[in-house]
Nanobody, 121 residues
């Protein structure tokens, strides 16, 4: 079955950087678009970024454009989220998800268990 394992979260200072990773298994990773989403304390799930199967197109939430970069390594079945210039409002549990098809506009088949990012001085 689909397994998505996120890692790389932790405590970061405002203005700092962190890279999240998500290792996928149980499906043909190179065929599917992938996304990152987050859930801040007391709030709903918010989509953050997505990438097509071959990395040819990437998409971002307006509030993270220019600060976050999504990428993938299909040889390693891994999707990354490089986060720079972090802000306290980026504090959240971050999840990766695999789309049913090669489009970030379609439904997500599954989400991982999440990795926690806390941005605080």
């Amino acid at each position: 079955q689909v397994q998505l394992v996120e890692s790389g979260g932790g405590l970061a200072q405002p203005g700092g950087s962190l890279r999240l990773s998500c290792v996928a298994s149980g499906f043909t990773f190179s065929d599917k678009a992938m996304s990152w989403a987050r859930q801040a304390p007391g709030k709903g799930l918010e989509w953050v970024s997505g990438i097509k199967s071959d990395g040819s197109a990437t998409y971002y939430l307006d509030s993270v454009k220019g600060r976050f970069t999504i990428s993938r390594d299909n040889a390693k079945n891994t999707v990354y989220l490089q986060m720079n210039n972090l802000k306290p409002e980026d504090t959240a549990l971050y999840y990766c998800g695999n789309h049913n098809y090669d489009t970030v506009y379609g439904p997500v088949d599954a989400w991982g268990q999440g990795t926690l990012l806390t941005v605080s001085s």
